[in-house]
């Protein structure tokens, strides 16, 4: 380890006395009166003076005292450590838990408690931990990704997070030893020259880049201040070019990590407040409004964001806009801005990211479905393309799974835990293709969107194979229809030859669920219920919380998982088929499960084969509704006849009173 005068431009002012000291050969007195002008220098101390200790520290849920104790709960898994801890242990067989303990999260606990009780025990623990640390981490020469203390990441979240917090808020505590900061003086900027040499890919780099602008930032008494800073404005504009998507969507089009991504993006923007000198590109922010508009899009209208990829279920407000505040990013103009924006449509689609986002309105008892029609994306990856979520009337209904953990999430990523449809048995497998792909240039390929008042229409197909040599070359094109304000229909064309064993899976939230041939339904009285109902006579089995294989949980937090019903809708039969499926939404107290029926439809004087059309019947208490598409370009121009009436075009979609009479009527490419 570096001396830390020898690290420190003593030229810097205030350091006068501190420079006289070194020069006298007066070390211990140096380092007195250089911790003196640490706890005395105001700015650039920390964000705000309110601790912000949702920043990382949810990862941790030891209390103040259970971490005395040395007992830590480090991703809701407790864990009775020795005195001196072991930094790299690793009780579950997993790395993660060590590695989320290296971040220290449990040291902002430690400073809250203190703020709050004015307790020295807790200042005198972090003091003792503290210097245990850095004692017995040494500095690695070379980039150390496999150690539990030095993985990038964790430097990066040490130095933007836990570390200067307990800085900042320890500051005027007689238990923080003039050797305890000094030895972390010298290791901050040990920190910031490591991440400074080996910053690496994808949301990491954002964390790296962010733990090495706060040293910077923070402490620009040392001589590499300026180096840091402007390398650590570089690469995170650089990476704002490269990793978000002119639609606003993180490459790793993954929810929960676009969020991690736009908070290390947006804090670094934060920091001027209290460091004005640092300026980024007026590019940078147009990438943070994206990131925000894009989550604005998104949201769920409970206010969670869709659990896409590697999610966990989270609030953009709770996880972005409330910290921000509390970090004084509303005080400053170009973050203000970034923190108040509004959606500027209900429904829409993110081109390069290939979501669609349906909905009715900013209520929480609007409709809303998602379809994720992606790329495979850049990290974090489910076998999820054609996935579907559905929100309405106060409630999430159809969900994906979620991330559940690293260390045991495989039947999590797999196609198995989405609302898809398996293949005799078997998943997409887009992790054996072509990683150039995963990541687009242009709009995502496949997708169709077209939305109006009345009707939102979306398209996507998957055609890369199922199972694990990808050998199965079926293609799934799936449309779904909204009209709004009430119900969507969803049709699944599998395209390709010969006869399988087809599985359409639906995901619900926990809860009770009926079903019979053709449907399922939720079953909550007092809630939103979702009515899923094919319009053929599919085999319908209900699987919950299965271990072999794993089937029919949810989880919406890391290492948690409950019970949740999921619908399995069977029918072994040839390809082309498309099979039409209703999900029909009613408010608490009223169930309805709509009658659909395949509808006699003729082109020409002909019934088309399988999976060219589908012609559909959807009978309603006071109302039947027709719907016909065409799945074939040639089909598009020529006359298609049902029930007496005719059309051309591309689908029709019509509403009729128990009388027969026609009383709205929609249409795509008439
Ligand atoms: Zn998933």
């Not at 002012?13 to 007066?26: E, F, H």
């Not at 949810?58 to 020795?82: C, M, N, P, S, Y």
């Not at 949201?299 to 999610?311: K, L, T």
């Amino acid at each position: 380890m570096l001396d830390v005068f020898d690290l420190l431009d003593l030229e810097h002012p205030g350091l006068k006395a501190v420079k006289a000291a070194v020069r006298s050969g007066s070390h211990d007195r140096a380092k007195e009166l250089l911790v003196e002008y640490y706890r005395t220098r105001g700015q650039p101390g920390w964000h705000s003076n309110k601790l912000e200790k949702r920043l990382f520290a949810f990862q941790d849920d030891a209390t103040a005292d259970e971490i005395l104790a040395r007992k830590f709960t480090v991703l809701r898994k407790t864990v009775q450590l020795e005195r001196k801890i072991a930094w790299a242990t690793d009780p579950f067989g997993s790395r993660e838990w060590a590695w989320v303990l290296n971040r220290h999260c449990f040291f902002q606990t430690l400073a809250q408690e203190y703020q709050r009780t004015g307790d020295e025990k807790y200042a005198a623990d972090f003091n003792e931990i503290a210097t245990d640390w850095i004692i017995s981490n040494p500095v690695p020469a070379e980039c150390a990704n496999n150690s539990a203390a030095w993985r990038t990441i964790e430097a990066g979240i040490r130095m933007f997070s836990s570390w200067p917090i307990a800085w900042h808020f320890f500051r005027n505590s007689p238990s923080f030893t003039v050797d305890a900061r000094v030895l972390m003086l010298e290791s901050f900027a040990e920190h910031a020259d490591y991440l400074w040499k080996f910053p690496t890919a994808c949301n990491w780099t954002l964390m790296e880049s962010n733990g090495l602008l706060h040293v910077g930032a923070l402490f620009p008494e040392f001589k590499d201040a300026p180096k840091w800073r402007e390398a650590a404005i570089e690469r995170l504009s650089r990476e704002m070019a490269a990793q978000v998507y002119p639609d606003g969507a993180q490459f790793e089009l993954t929810t929960s990590y676009h969020n991690l991504s736009l908070w290390n993006f947006l804090q670094p923007a934060a920091l001027k407040r209290i460091a004005p000198s640092l300026d980024f590109p007026a590019e940078y922010y147009d990438g943070l409004k994206r990131m925000m508009q894009f989550n604005a899009c998104i949201m769920r209208p409970d206010g969670n964001w869709p659990m896409i990829n590697d999610s966990d279920l989270g609030k953009v407000s709770y996880w972005i806009v409330e910290p921000a505040v509390s970090l004084g990013a509303d005080k400053l103009p170009e973050t203000r801005a970034l923190l108040e924006i509004e959606r500027e449509r209900d429904s829409v689609f993110f081109p390069y990211a290939g979501i669609f986002c349906m909905r009715t309105g900013d209520e929480p008892q609007d409709l809303y479905l998602m379809m994720d029609a992606g790329p495979f994306g850049a990290r974090h990856q489910h076998e999820d393309k054609l996935n579907i979520e559905v929100c309405a009337c106060g409630r999430a209904l159809v969900v994906d799974p979620g991330r559940y953990s690293y260390h045991i999430g495989a039947p999590f990523r797999g196609s198995g835990a989405h609302n898809l449809i398996l293949v005799d048995g078997m998943g997409q497998n887009r992790a054996a293709t072509d990683p150039s792909r995963w990541v687009v240039k242009s709009p995502a390929p496949g997708n169709r969107w077209m939305s109006a008042a009345e009707f939102d229409y979306a398209e996507g197909i998957y055609d890369e194979g199922f199972g694990p040599r990808n050998d199965i070359s079926l293609a799934h094109i799936r449309k779904v229809f909204f009209v709004k304000p009430e119900y969507w229909i969803v049709i699944d064309v599998l395209r390709g030859d010969g006869e399988y064993k087809f599985e359409q899976l639906w995901h619900f939230v926990p809860g009770k669920v009926a079903a019979g041939r053709g449907f399922a339904r939720t079953d909550t009285p007092d809630a939103a219920n979702l009515a899923v109902v094919r319009s053929d006579d599919a085999e319908v089995r209900i699987v919950e919380g299965e271990e072999t294989p794993v089937l029919g949980f949810v989880s919406y937090e890391y290492n948690e998982r409950e019970p949740a019903p999921t619908a399995v809708f069977t029918r072994t039969c040839a390809a082309p088929i498309a099979f039409e499926t209703v999900l029909y939404p009613s408010p608490a107290g009223k169930i309805v499960v709509p009658e659909v029926r395949p509808l006699e439809c003729t082109i020409g004087e002909t019934e088309p084969r399988p999976g060219r059309i589908s012609a559909i019947s959807i009978r309603l208490p006071e109302c039947e509704d027709i719907f016909v598409i065409c799945h074939e370009q040639k089909m598009v121009g020529r006359v298609k006849r049902f029930l007496g009436f005719e059309f051309t075009g591309e689908a029709i979609w019509m509403r009729t009173d128990l009388k027969g009479g026609v009383v709205r009527t929609l249409r795509i490419g008439c």
